[in-house]
């Protein structure tokens, strides 16, 4: 099997089956605590690659670089990935995954604002099945799904999509390993300053007396067992940094296009291991979802792989 493709595959599992592995711990630990935990064995699995490739371009991090990655750390890592994992606690892990897969086609039209990048008719039609299969899962007319989880991973999806475009400015210049890893990095910090800072007595009451008491007194080390342990390690070194890993070397062997396969199996998989593992039923609603918005994935997917193959067949 070519590098490129056993990354794609690596990464597709880890990515894949994370949802699924976090509903065993949802609920154990706070979910800011997690992402803590998570990100900062990330940015450790991700630290040699990304020093690897700054030797690679013989580049060097400024202030104002560094400035723009904990930027990037605030929007995608201690802002998004936080909602996140606390939307599992609301909803099935198989509707979080499934939502959260519309997020590439978001890309497409956030780049359009923000960094001019054309709009192809296919990312039209794309985005029409994604909407679409969203509003067939969530039904908002006679929902049954609980519209705090929903609006949670909404904006979770909305956020990860603005990181994405953010990022992207700088992964040319430094590479994707590097941007991700120090987004890491800050993501962490930030979310370690703001857990400190929960533990101000005043600042606790304002949250608990908001209605959001998992961000007052948010524990560092506390809720880990040797029952979550092996779970904890599976979302933290296996899906943020074997994932991540994979991930972005699967882009040092074939164009973004490819990669982004991943995203085109995620929300087909997903609900398959929550029936699976956790009995989650997959009804009707649920699957005619999940079959509009993986048509609206092979839109946006499947035409640009097919672009990215053609030189190769012609030389």
Known sequence: MKKGYLYIAVATFMFTTFEVALKYIAGQINSVQLTLCRFSIGFLFL???????????????????????????????????????????????????????????????????????????????????????????????????????????????ALFSLYGVMGKRKVAEYGGAVVTCFSFLFGSVIIFFFILLTHIPAVASAFAAAGLANFANIPILAGYTLENLPFVLYVSAGVAGVGFCAYFLAMEYEPASVVSLVYFFKPALSPLLAWALHGEEIGGRMLAGIVLIVAGSMCAIIPGVIEAKRPRAAS
Request: hydrophobic share 55%; aromatic share 10%; with cysteine.
């Open 47 to 157: 630290l040699p690659l990304a020093l690897r490739t700054l030797k690679k371009r013989d580049k060097h991090l400024d202030g104002k670089t560094l400035a723009y990655f904990a930027l990037l750390g605030l929007t995608g890592i201690a802002v998004c990935m936080s909602i996140y994992q606390l939307s599992v606690n609301y909803l099935d892990s198989a509707v979080v995954a499934v939502l959260f897969s519309c997020n590439p086609v978001f890309v497409t039209f956030l780049a359009f604002f923000l960094l001019g990048e054309p709009i192809l008719p296919r990312n039209v039609a794309a985005l029409v099945l994604e909407i679409a299969g969203t509003l067939v899962i969530i039904n908002p007319l006679h929902t049954e799904l609980n519209m705090t989880g929903v609006f949670l991973i909404l904006a979770a999806t």
